[in-house]
T-cell receptor
Framework: AQSVAQPEDQVNVAEGNPLTVKCTYS??????LFWYVQYPNRGLQFLLK??????LVKGSYGFEAEFNKSQTSFHLKKPSALVSDSALYFC?????????????FGKGTKLSVIP | DTGVSQDPRHKITKRGQNVTFRCDPI?????LYWYRQTLGQGPEFLTY????????KSRLLSDRFSAERPKGSFSTLEIQRTEQGDSAMYLC????????????FGSGTRLTVV
């Protein structure tokens, strides 16, 4: 079964420092991978996706993610963190064979950017 | 059209009562999804509509849950005889057929069963 894992429940980073939120995946075939962000009491917002092509994917709000096939990882990165980046981040992968195009999500990582 | 709207934002109900939530998707989106998110977890798929047809339901969707999407527009999710375990955020998302996985999520309905 397709799955993703987010090994860190929480990540703390100082404002202005680079940030990384980790995601590893387990899929058969070529993976589609997604990152979403959730601000307090809000729904999820799409950040970026990897379908095929360049291993470095650029997304919204200055975020990017690096697809690494050998390490089965898809880590989310940003060169310089902002306090406003503080939120919950979810990695996701499509459910294999589901004609409904449903996604399965990781448990999420809480990012806190400290002023 | 400003996005996916969900109503109410918050609902507190007593155990055993029935509740109904509404989702208004982006008007041109033909796919509509319901997900449930409990504290400390990522969203979990509940059910999916393409136009007015409910094409898939998760095992999480017990007999107490029912969802409809009349005329392929808005959708409702009803929970009968609520239990404390139903307390969660219920998220609706919509998308276009040609943009697989291109979800737009609503802000969710937070249900608290007391």
């Amino acid at each position: 079964a397709q799955s993703v894992a987010q090994p860190e429940d929480q990540v703390n980073v100082a404002e202005g420092n680079p940030l990384t939120v980790k995601c590893t995946y387990s899929v058969s075939g070529n993976p589609y991978l997604f990152w979403y962000v959730q601000y307090p009491n809000r729904g999820l917002q799409f950040l970026l996706k990897y379908i095929t092509g360049d291993n470095l994917v650029k997304g919204s709000y200055g975020f990017e993610a690096e697809f690494n096939k050998s390490q089965t990882s898809f880590h989310l990165k940003k060169p310089s963190a902002l306090v406003s980046d503080s939120a919950l981040y979810f990695c996701a992968v499509p459910v294999s064979g589901a004609g409904s195009y449903q996604l399965t999500f990781g448990k999420g990582t809480k990012l806190s950017v400290i002023p | 059209d400003t996005g996916v709207s969900q109503d109410p934002r918050h609902k507190i109900t007593k155990r055993g009562q029935n509740v109904t939530f509404r989702c208004d998707p982006i008007s041109e989106h033909n796919r509509l999804y319901w997900y449930r998110q409990t504290l400390g977890q990522g969203p979990e798929f509940l059910t999916y509509f393409q136009n007015e047809a409910q094409l898939e339901k998760s095992r999480l969707l017990s007999d107490r849950f029912s969802a409809e999407r009349p005329k392929g527009s808005f959708s409702t999710l009803e929970i009968q005889r609520t239990e404390q375990g139903d307390s969660a955020m219920y998220l609706c998302a919509s998308s276009l057929s040609r943009d697989s996985y291109g979800y737009t999520f609503g802000s969710g309905t937070r249900l608290t069963v007391v």
